[in-house]
């Protein structure tokens, strides 16, 4: 038997029917799953909470899927962005990919396919926060830091995973 990743994902769309439907499938496929109305209140909850995955509308009022993107990146700059959109289109493609969206997925959405985008995304979170970490710690290695040091980097290295 094989470990499931416990994967963390925030929803943010503006559709509270397409939300409820993602949250119960997901939740169904073992995921933790938070659900926001807004960018704002994506933003808002990702500065205290880590997610693996943000599965973004595009088109929302106030701050847009791309801006949401953006500022969530800040809080968390490993987090995975998958962006849906009922609005497709070329150059909001390219906009959010501006943002390193992982993936672009029209609605409606086919829901094996958006299982299959967030594994992948988490899988690509994993492969970039390893790097960073041998990075670092060989950062650390290399430095010869004392005992005082070594805590503090590990602190920051702490801080920087979410395990504080």
């Known amino acids: 038997m094989t470990d499931k990743p416990n994967i963390k994902i925030l929803l943010v769309d503006d559709e509270e029917t397409l939300l409820e439907y993602l949250s119960k499938r997901l ?32 088109k929302m009022p106030g701050i847009d899927g791309v801006e949401t993107q953006k ?10 962005c998958i962006v849906l959109t009922g609005h497709g289109s070329v150059e909001s493609a390219l906009e959010s990919g501006q943002q390193n969206a992982f993936q672009y997925l029209l609605k409606p959405i086919d829901y094996d396919t958006l299982v299959i985008a967030i594994k992948d995304a988490h899988q690509k979170k994993m492969d970039m926060e390893n790097a960073k970490f041998r990075d670092e710690v ?9 005992a005082r ?16």
Not at 71 to 80: A, G, I, N, Y
Not at 138 to 146: A, D, M, Q, R, T
């Open 138 to 146: 060989e950062k650390i290695y290399v430095s010869g830091l004392g």
């Open 27 to 58: 939740l169904k496929e073992g995921l933790t799953v938070k659900a926001t109305f807004s960018g704002e209140e994506a933003v808002k909850v990702a500065g205290g909470e880590n997610f693996d995955v943000a599965v973004v509308d595009l």
């Open 71 to 80: 500022r969530l990146k800040e809080v968390q700059p490993f987090l995975q």
């Open 149 to 164: 040091g070594i805590k503090k980097a590990i602190n920051k290295l702490r801080n920087l995973y979410g395990m504080d």
